[in-house]
C-alpha cells in the first residue's frame, strides 16, 4: 500500500479483517445522524477538540461515518489517513505534535494545508478482535494527551463498537 508514514500500514490479518468489516454493513451508508454523531459531540467537548470522527478502514479509503469539525468529505485515501496506523495497535494511537514525528512529515495531512498537529485515535475493535476503525480526535495545535485521556477516549470507541455489534 502506497503511504505517507514510511511504514507499512497493512495488518497481518487484512483479509479477515477486511472481510469482517464488509459484513457489518456500515460502509455502504451515509454519515451517521444518530448515536455515532453523539459520540463524537462527546468527544470533541470532552476533549476540547474542533475534530472528532468514527472513520473506518477499507481497502483503500478510509470512510467517515460521523464528524464533528469536518466538511462533507467522506473518503479519505488509507495512504494519507492516520486511522491506518491506529488499526494496526490495540490501544491508542497518540501524536502530540505530528511534525516532531519524522514518518509524519510527508503527510499532506501535516504539512498541507490543512495543518494537522494533534491526533489521538482509539481502534474500533469488534468482539471477535478485528480493528476494523477508529475513534479519533484531531487538533491542529499540538496538546498533552495522558493515560487517562487515552483511556477515556477508548470507552468511547467501545460505545461505538456496542452500537454497531448490537444491529
Given at each position: 500500500?502506497?503511504?505517507?508514514?514510511g511504514?507499512?500500514?497493512?495488518?497481518?490479518n487484512?483479509d479477515?479483517?477486511l472481510?469482517?468489516?464488509?459484513?457489518l454493513?456500515?460502509?455502504d451508508?451515509y454519515?451517521e445522524e444518530g448515536?455515532?454523531k453523539?459520540?463524537v459531540a462527546?468527544?470533541?467537548r470532552?476533549?476540547?477538540v474542533?475534530?472528532?470522527?468514527?472513520?473506518?478502514?477499507?481497502?483503500?479509503?478510509?470512510?467517515?461515518?460521523?464528524?464533528i469539525?469536518?466538511?462533507?468529505?467522506?473518503?479519505?485515501?488509507?495512504?494519507?489517513s492516520?486511522c491506518?496506523?491506529a488499526?494496526?495497535?490495540?490501544?491508542?494511537?497518540?501524536?502530540?505534535?505530528?511534525t516532531q514525528?519524522?514518518?509524519?512529515?510527508?503527510?499532506?495531512?501535516?504539512?498541507?494545508?490543512?495543518?494537522l498537529?494533534?491526533?489521538?485515535?482509539?481502534?474500533?475493535?469488534?468482539?471477535?478482535?478485528?480493528?476494523?476503525?477508529?475513534?479519533c480526535?484531531?487538533?491542529?495545535k499540538?496538546?498533552?494527551?495522558?493515560?487517562?485521556?487515552?483511556k477515556m477516549?477508548e470507552?468511547l470507541a467501545?460505545a461505538v463498537?456496542?452500537?454497531i455489534?448490537?444491529?
Amino acid at each position: 500500500m502506497d503511504n505517507t508514514f514510511g511504514r507499512p500500514i497493512i495488518p497481518d490479518n487484512e483479509d479477515e479483517r477486511l472481510a469482517k468489516l464488509r459484513s457489518l454493513n456500515v460502509l455502504d451508508t451515509y454519515q451517521e445522524e444518530g448515536p455515532f454523531k453523539h459520540i463524537v459531540a462527546i468527544a470533541s467537548r470532552m476533549f476540547d477538540v474542533p475534530i472528532a470522527l468514527v472513520n473506518f478502514v477499507d481497502a483503500d479509503y478510509v470512510i467517515t461515518k460521523a464528524a464533528i469539525g469536518m466538511g462533507e468529505e467522506s473518503r479519505v485515501s488509507r495512504g494519507t489517513s492516520l486511522c491506518s496506523l491506529a488499526i494496526l495497535r490495540n490501544d491508542t494511537t497518540v501524536f502530540e505534535n505530528a511534525t516532531q514525528d519524522p514518518c509524519l512529515l510527508a503527510n499532506p495531512l501535516v504539512v498541507g494545508d490543512f495543518g494537522l498537529r494533534f491526533y489521538a485515535g482509539a481502534p474500533l475493535i469488534t468482539s471477535d478482535g478485528y480493528n476494523i476503525g477508529a475513534l479519533c480526535i484531531v487538533d491542529k495545535k499540538p496538546r498533552d494527551f495522558s493515560t487517562s485521556d487515552q483511556k477515556m477516549l477508548e470507552s468511547l470507541a467501545s460505545a461505538v463498537m456496542d452500537e454497531i455489534e448490537k444491529k
